[in-house]
């Protein structure tokens, strides 16, 4: 699908489709030699916060992938893991009030599609340059970790930048996470 974007007075034609959504958004300059590298590679800084978030994600899909294929060989069970299951989320979902929401960055205004994304960043950062970012959706739909390469990033009215990049290191689940997030925006915009 094609759309139009309007930025500053200028337009610019995408193919992919870009939403705007207010993201909890982390991001580091990092030298070109570690740009190619895993953006889950321990040696880029990680906040504690994406970490955690992350790994619960992992493991709610593992275990509902072990809960579907237990369910093929004994419902019952599967039933019972479930309701354990559910209980471990109300508990941690209480932790996650009670402690993980102190330390979340306050979500700002993301611009972005399966191949990029722009933020505003509090200085310029230089076109050419390779930032490691992390993005997480407010409500956890998902928690992306990327490498890309700085395009622009021009002074706007706010006294902010305007910076805009595309991904050079993006996990194959995560562009789908990514998808399905602007699949779900437009579908509920429509």
């Known amino acids: 699908m094609e759309t139009l974007q309007h930025q500053s007075g200028t337009s610019e034609r995408r193919v992919m489709s870009r939403i705007d959504a207010a993201l909890r958004i982390n991001y580091q300059i990092i030298s070109d030699d570690v740009a190619l590298n895993d953006p889950y590679d321990p040696?880029?800084?990680?906040?504690?916060?994406?970490?955690?978030?992350a790994e619960l994600d992992q493991f709610d899909h593992a275990l509902d992938y072990e809960?579907?294929?237990?369910?093929?060989?004994?419902?019952?069970?599967?039933?019972?893991?479930?309701?354990?299951g559910q209980k471990l989320n109300l508990i941690t979902g209480s932790l996650y009030d009670a402690i993980v929401q102190s330390m979340l960055p306050i979500p700002k205004q993301v611009n972005f599609s399966e191949t990029g994304l722009s933020f505003y960043s509090d200085r310029i950062i230089p076109e050419g340059a390779y930032i490691h970012v992390t993005?997480?959706?407010?409500?956890?739909?998902?928690?992306?970790a990327a490498t890309a390469q700085v395009v622009y990033s021009r002074p706007e009215e706010n006294g902010q930048f305007r910076t805009g990049a595309y991904f050079v290191t993006l996990h194959p689940q995560d562009r789908v996470k990514l998808s399905q997030a602007i699949a779900q925006q437009t579908d509920a915009s429509i």
């Open 43 to 53: 040696n880029f800084v990680l906040p504690r916060y994406f970490l955690l978030l």
């Open 135 to 144: 993005l997480s959706h407010p409500e956890n739909f998902f928690h992306i």
């Open 67 to 84: 809960l579907e294929q237990l369910s093929q060989k004994d419902q019952q069970i599967a039933r019972i893991l479930s309701l354990f």
